[in-house]
């Protein structure tokens, strides 16, 4: 799966409005500012709080 560059470009974090960097390996779209992963089912962004998870430390120097 592979995410729109278009749809990219104007999802926001819905909590700090800050831009989200697309991992394909996790099919996950993160924002590093809030350190939250917002995850891709069925090829839709699921951008609820309640749905995201926290990234690790790891994750978060991670460059993907």
């Not at 909590?15 to 917002?38: F, R, V």
């Not at 089912?41 to 609820?48: E, F, G, N, Q, S």
């Not at 998870?53 to 460059?63: C, F, G, H, M, N």
Request: with cysteine.
């Amino acid at each position: 799966m592979t995410i729109d560059k278009k749809l990219l470009a104007i999802l926001v974090c819905p909590l700090c409005k800050g831009k989200l960097a697309y991992n394909k390996a996790a099919e996950e779209l993160w924002c590093l500012a809030e350190g939250l992963a917002y995850p891709i089912r069925d090829d839709i962004p699921v951008m609820l709080e309640g749905e995201a998870r926290q990234l690790t430390v790891e994750e978060k120097l991670e460059r993907f």
